[in-house]
């Protein structure tokens, strides 16, 4: 189906975030046209028949009328017949093609040198596209980082994502990508060796290959040490009978005298008949040479094709005219940035894809406009008083981020940014004003890096604050491949006479909690989260155990709740005597940071019911009750101290926002000699919480 199927393949590679072109799939011709009508912009779309048609069912118009008309070919005219019944239109990649043939035991993999082919028939990549007329190995442009690269991000996840998927595969799976600017990106997925890439990589194999396909199909290629020749390089040329790839004849003799013993020649259409070879195909053989470079052995191949004599024989003297330009252009050009691995053109690109979401985060005091060196805010345009105080906070998302990037769901991360910040600020009595961001990563992926902008942006949004600024660092062999990292930097203002907490009006006798609930997990405790996962012998793409409408990933991607817009109108009515944020530490450690020496907490679990993630995590990572109260939020991930004569305002003015005041507990006193792990009893919860 991998093959069979580019409908399959696209769905596959996204339910487990494969790197391939953006793509929508159709099965009738009119929804087709209208979406091609409406997304069309110029050579940025690639038709392709779902089925299999012969290496002819992938068209790349130049114009919107071609665009039609090759839609019309496949689901019309049933120009391949029943591999038509659907398309897949996606986004034109650009950069260069290579292929990647890989022999798999279901579990291990063994990657043969990239290999590059010439498709179309005439010199200079001209002329309509064929099986193939050549090709060369290994690829110059397929460096160790993007054999790396592609092997855990690509190959890797295929492998096990179809064994997981109850269609585990044994043999050999050939992946056609493309290098953009962004990493390798796979355009099509076969389950067989290819032409003629094949004929290029089979000669720089340094062992025995039928060994390697008997452990592959006796499952234990792990214990193979398989290896390539180095130091080398080959090349391929096919020749092929005049007329291909359109009407061509059959039965012209075939001389090869004249070809060195070094030269291997792979037969493809002919037919020995009656003690002479003749043609019997388009394109007829294929002859590889291997040498000490790829100048020198893509000249003893055509060298060797031309040696080769049949009537009409035509073939391209110019194979891998690309990998020489390549090769010349460095050594006169030298080492450049981008060679190290950093594209300042993907930066660029990203600035341009993000300036809209932060636009769209302007308020008074900032116009949000991103791309000068520092951000400006204005905090008398914003209306702030002279005697204002400034708030700063950091954090990041901890390991959550692998859970996003094991989804490949990365459009609501960015909220758990912003909220993970903000919140701290909110504790201090501060309005939020203005949101920083730092992503790094190992390669810039413009399209992820943009939905993780997108959701900073959401989530400055959601808080009322401007996002004026960011950073975004490259850095190749300090991140995996796909991985990246965020911080967040946010500033508040607060006026000195409402800044929290105020400790010298906190009194144990007459003040109680209230807490409001939180979204799930919020951004706190995911190594642990992480390991009960592992145990409970799930994966991330299961259907989620406590609501099955979500897979658990989506579950537990679940953004962090923002708090800005429900407590600022509690806050401005002065009741809150002090805030805590339930982050890493949960109850136990976060609500006596709020408090003054000699005073602790009492929780009633009675208040809320603990939410089901927390009584799966509970259960399946056999986490005892006060642990859990220690790591997570526990379904409470704001709390504020008020005075109980106050608690009943504070309830009516959280429902006003939309909210639920939860009657958490009151404070007690404590010695202050007392552990500060002891400062808050939660009685009876582990029956409770049982």
Not at 343 to 361: C, E, H, P, R, Y
Not at 543 to 558: K, N, R, Y
Request: aromatic share 6%.
């Amino acid at each position: 189906m991998i093959e069979g199927s580019k409908s399959f393949s696209k769905d596959f590679m996204k339910r487990h975030n494969i790197p391939t072109a953006r793509y929508e799939s159709f099965s009738d011709f009119e929804s087709a046209k209208e979406y091609v009508l409406a997304t069309y912009k110029g050579g940025d779309l690639v038709i392709k028949a779902s089925g299999i048609a012969a290496g002819k069912g992938v068209i790349i118009p130049e114009t919107i009328e071609e665009a039609v008309a090759a839609l019309s070919d496949i689901m019309v005219s049933k120009e391949f017949g029943s591999a038509g019944d659907v398309v897949v239109i996606e986004e034109r990649l650009i950069g260069e093609e290579v292929s990647v043939l890989a022999v798999t035991d279901g579990y291990t993999i063994v990657p043969f040198p990239g290999a590059q082919d010439h498709k179309r028939i005439f010199e200079g990549d001209l002329g309509p596209n064929t099986g193939g007329m050549g090709a060369y190995a290994p690829a110059p442009i397929y460096t160790e980082t993007l054999q790396k690269e592609t092997l855990e991000r690509i190959l890797q996840p295929t492998v096990d994502g179809l064994r997981r998927e109850g269609i585990p595969f044994v043999g050999c799976l050939y992946a056609g990508l493309m290098i953009t600017s962004e990493g390798p990106k796979v355009i099509e997925f076969n389950c067989r060796f290819g032409d003629p890439e094949t004929q290029a990589v089979i000669p720089l194999v340094d062992g025995d290959l039928a060994s390697l396909f008997l452990a592959a199909a006796e499952g234990h290629l792990d214990s193979v040490d398989f290896k390539f020749k180095t130091g080398v390089s080959s090349a391929t040329v096919v020749l092929a009978s005049g007329g291909y790839p359109g009407t061509y004849k059959k039965g012209d003799s075939i001389s090869l005298d004249g070809i060195s013993d070094d030269i291997v020649v792979f037969h493809a259409g002919t037919k020995y008949s009656g003690g002479s070879l003749t043609t019997n195909g388009g394109r007829v053989l294929a002859v590889t040479a291997v040498d000490v470079s790829l100048e020198s052995a893509i000249k003893s191949a055509v060298d060797a094709a031309g040696k080769v004599s049949f009537e009409g024989a035509q073939y391209r003297r110019d194979i891998g005219h690309r990998a020489l330009k390549l090769i010349k252009d460095k050594k006169s050009v030298g080492l450049t940035y981008a060679d190290a691995g950093v594209s300042v053109d993907a930066g660029n690109l990203l600035v341009q894809k993000i300036k809209a979401a932060v636009k769209s985060t302007s308020r008074p005091g900032a116009d949000a406009v991103i791309g000068g060196f520092g951000g400006v805010f204005d905090l008398k345009a914003a209306g702030y008083p002279s005697d204002t105080l400034l708030v700063s906070g950091t954090d990041g998302v901890g390991t959550k981020l692998k859970i996003a990037h094991s989804t490949g769901k990365h459009d609501t991360i960015g909220i758990d940014l912003v909220a993970m910040s903000v919140n701290d600020v909110l504790v201090q009595g501060a309005e939020p004003l203005f949101f920083l961001d730092y992503y790094a990563c190992s390669k810039l992926e413009v399209d992820v890096a943009r939905n993780v902008v997108a959701g900073i942006a959401d989530g400055c949004k959601q808080s009322g604050c401007a996002l004026i600024g960011g950073e975004t660092a490259e850095m190749p062999g300090m991140y995996a491949p796909g991985d990246y990292d965020l911080a967040g930097f946010v500033v508040g203002a607060v006026a000195r006479e409402n800044l929290l907490p105020r400790l010298d009006q906190i009194d144990p006798d007459t003040d109680v909690l209230i807490g409001l609930a939180s979204s799930g997990v919020h951004s706190n405790g995911f190594s642990l989260v992480r390991r009960i996962v592992d145990a409970s012998g799930l994966d991330y793409a299961s259907q989620c155990p406590w609501d099955p409408s979500v897979s658990l990933g989506e579950a537990l991607l679940t953004p962090t709740r923002i708090y800005v817009k429900e407590l600022l109108p509690i806050l401005r009515h002065g009741s809150v005597k002090a805030l805590s944020h339930i982050t890493g530490g949960g109850f136990i450690d976060n609500i006596p940071r709020c408090l003054p020496d000699g005073v602790g907490a009492e929780l009633d679990v009675t208040a809320w019911e603990l939410p089901p993630v927390f009584k799966w995590l509970k259960a399946h990572g056999n986490v005892a009750a006060r642990e859990l109260a220690r790591t997570f939020n526990c379904g409470i991930g704001m709390v504020l101290v008020v005075d109980r004569a106050n608690a009943a305002a504070v309830s009516d003015l959280a429902q006003a926002a939309g909210s639920v005041a939860i009657p958490m507990g009151r404070l007690t006193r404590v010695a202050a000699t007392v552990a500060e792990e002891n400062r808050v009893s939660i009685p009876n919860v582990d029956a409770l919480w049982a």
